[in-house]
């Protein structure tokens, strides 16, 4: 049974550059929710991702735009990258869509931006 | 002052050792509660998962929920080297779908 997996594992971008990082949920999940974890910091809550809407949303601006296709695969979408965006993006995907429920994280892609 | 607290640690304990990692809250609404393990450069990865009160045990982990004191626990019993691992802490409301997550706690098991 495939865990939750991203890709890629690691990217560089130039600030200002855009960028697009992917997941695909664990079997039989229908719900991605999105996480950034800075070095030393615990993960933040980006949004989530259900029936290919938005459900809900973190403290973040509109510049962190996502995705999520039929088969419940997932896209992050970075615009106008800051120097503060370099970080562990980190996927998590879960069954239950009725409230919260366990979470099951992917390993996460590590940006760096310069 | 943060929803939910944790202490950095680190917390160095010699093998064998019974760990107790705990994080505290300020919002009475969290009623899912949840126990990552991290490994340097790796995803979270599930430990436990409880919901409201009480206690659960899995094997050398066991998860303590005490709402009254906004407090949560988790003991490691028989500590191993393999346990050295960053221990990160996440809860939730009803009716919300975000988990907060504590910033981790950092425990060394020596050998």
């Known amino acids: 049974d495939a865990g939750v997996t991203q890709s890629p594992t690691h990217l560089i971008k130039t600030r200002g550059q855009q960028v697009t990082l992917r997941c695909s949920p664990k079997s039989g999940h229908d719900t991605v929710s999105w996480y950034q974890q800075a070095l030393g910091q615990g993960p933040q809550f980006i949004f989530q991702y259900y029936e290919e809407e938005e459900r809900q949303r973190g403290n973040f601006p509109d510049r962190f735009s996502g995705h999520q296709f039929p088969n419940y695969s997932s896209e992050l979408n970075v615009n106008a990258l800051l120097l503060g965006d370099s970080a562990l993006y980190l996927c998590?995907?879960?069954?239950?869509?009725?409230?919260?429920?366990?979470?099951?994280f992917g390993p996460g892609t590590r940006l760096t931006v310069t | 002052q943060k929803e939910v607290e944790q202490d950095p640690g680190p917390l160095s304990v010699p093998e064998g050792a019974i760990v107790s990692l705990n994080c505290t809250y300020s919002?009475?609404?969290?009623?899912?509660f949840m126990w990552y393990r991290q490994y340097s450069r790796k995803g979270p990865e599930l430990l436990m998962y409880?919901?409201?009160?009480g206690n659960k045990e899995d094997g050398r982990f066991t998860a303590q929920v005490d709402k009254s004191s906004k407090y949560i626990s988790l003991f490691i019993r028989d500590s191993q080297p393999s346990d050295s691992a960053t221990y990160l802490c996440?809860?939730?409301?009803?009716?919300?779908?975000?988990?907060?997550f504590g910033t981790g706690t950092r425990l060394k098991v020596l050998a």
């Open positions: 996440a809860m939730s409301a009803g009716g919300t779908y975000k988990y907060i």
């Open positions: 998590a995907s879960s069954g239950d869509h009725w409230g919260p429920y366990e979470q099951y």
């Open positions: 409880t919901y409201s009160s």
């Open positions: 919002n009475s609404a969290f009623q899912y």
